[in-house]
């Protein structure tokens, strides 16, 4: 029981130092699909992406290698899952991408959506 508890109060104090960004992104992921506001404004992101070609072996399911790699900030991985369509992090590899293509939104419009929560 005391290693539960451990384990427990670790995952609360991490969760209490990740930034307020992630917060806030992980709570929209607690919605329905439909009132997800990323999902709400998938059009509004894609017009204001990237494509950046899937060159590094380290991304390989890990889209926050990815994101600490292009933005220097990997709480943004669920965003990019949902920009990608990719419903699972074992999934966002090479193949699974059109042409090995992620769509990159620009940070500063995926913060933007961030603030209106």
Same mark, same amino acid.
């Given at each position: 029981m005391a290693t539960s508890n451990k384990n427990t109060t670790n995952l609360?104090? *991490?969760n209490n130092? %990740?930034? $307020?960004? *992630?917060?806030? &992104?992980? #709570?929209e992921y607690? #919605?329905?699909l439909i009132d997800n506001i990323f999902f709400q404004n998938l059009d509004y992101l894609y017009s204001h992406s990237d494509m950046?070609? /899937?060159?590094?072996?380290s991304w390989n399911q890990r889209p926050e290698m990815f994101c600490q790699d292009y933005y220097n900030q *990997?709480?943004?991985s669920p965003v990019i899952l949902t920009?990608?369509? &990719?419903?699972t992090f074992f999934s966002f590899t090479?193949? %699974?991408?059109?042409?090995? !293509?992620? &769509?990159?939104? #620009?940070?500063e419009k &995926?913060?933007? !959506?961030? %603030? /209106? $929560?």
């Open positions: 609360i104090n *991490y130092m %990740s930034p $307020l960004v *992630y917060k806030q &992104i992980l #709570k607690t #919605k329905p950046v070609r /899937f060159s590094n072996d *990997y709480e943004l920009c990608n369509r &990719i419903t090479a193949e %699974s991408l059109k042409d090995s !293509l992620i &769509i990159a939104p #620009k940070k &995926i913060l933007q !959506l961030i %603030s /209106f $929560l």
